[in-house]
């Protein structure tokens, strides 16, 4: 009701809008406009336990000129499943803050991608830690499989390769009718035999956390946690931050690795000197 107060009849088109005086629909106004009954519509209002369509809520939404957040609210208190987020900005976009929020996790790496696992941004730790780099492919899942210097750092690669591939195929279930996940996974099935193998296994396994294990060659051990985070107002863009994680040690008598030996790490392979190896460090592996 308070959406159809918001919407005067001369915006919704009608023949005498520009002349009524009682603000926005009536009932049976949106009932017409989205080619529903009245009945059916007053019902729908009132909560009762009817069928109700996608097809029909959209029509409803477009008529109350509900936004994309109001649209899938619409959707749960019809009690069906709401649809996928949709973003208003243009995939090219990327705000200031964005960029700002990866460059002061520093010294600890972290990304931005979109939807397909496109890397969208990245700061000066995830270039030196992880060798993402202008030459190579910007795709996160396609790098995991082909990027050789990716490859020689994860001591973790093994044991996380099913679990990348579950969550690219829990995104691409988000999106069944996107072309732009078939390219991706067509791409990568001429390059890797790893991939297709697992990829037939047709795991899903929905994004999270997950423990990497890398040796930088300048270094050595750096362990993390990424976690991916989801931006509300652009929620075609994926953030991962990498977190320092200590671990416990192997076994009677070892030593942990705490969490602040892998930051020192990173801390020097940011300083001056550091930076000078690193210039060499990634073209070597």
């Not at 109001?70 to 976009?93: M, Q, W």
């Not at 999106?175 to 035999?193: F, K, N, Q």
């Not at 890398?214 to 362990?223: F, I, K, N, W, Y």
Request: with cysteine; net charge negative.
């Amino acid at each position: 009701m308070s959406r159809r107060a918001r919407v005067s009849p001369a915006e919704a088109g009608l023949p005498d809008g520009g002349r009524r005086r009682t603000p926005g629909l009536r009932r049976e106004e949106v009932a017409v406009l989205a080619g529903v009954g009245a009945s059916w519509y007053q019902w729908l209002e009132q909560g009762r336990d009817i069928t109700v369509s996608p097809q029909v809520l959209d029509a409803v939404a477009r008529v109350l000129r509900l936004n994309d957040p109001e649209r899938r609210h619409l959707y749960v208190l019809a009690g069906l499943n709401p649809p996928v987020p949709a973003s208003e900005y243009d995939t090219d976009y990327l705000c200031d803050g964005l960029r700002r929020l990866i460059d002061g996790w520093m010294p600890f790496p972290a990304h931005i991608m979109d939807r397909y696992w496109n890397v969208i941004a990245y700061n000066e730790g995830a270039a030196m830690v992880l060798g993402l780099r202008p030459e190579i492919a910007q795709n996160c899942l396609i790098t995991f499989f082909t990027d050789p210097v990716y490859r020689s750092r994860a001591k973790s690669w093994a044991q996380n390769a099913p679990w990348v591939v579950a969550q690219f195929r829990a995104a691409f279930s988000d999106y069944p009718d996107d072309e732009g996940y078939g390219e991706i996974v067509a791409e990568l099935s001429r390059l890797s035999t790893e991939f297709t193998e697992l990829w037939e296994r047709r795991d899903i396994q929905a994004a999270g956390q997950m423990f990497k294990e890398l040796h930088h060659p300048l270094v050595g051990a750096l362990r993390f946690e990424s976690t991916q985070l989801r931006i509300p107002a652009r929620p075609d863009l994926t953030i991962v931050l990498h977190q320092p994680m200590p671990v416990a040690g192997a076994g009677p008598g070892t030593v942990a690795q705490p969490a602040e030996e892998t930051t020192a790490k990173l801390e020097w392979l940011l300083s001056p000197e550091g930076r000078r190896g690193g210039m060499y460090s990634v073209a070597g592996g």
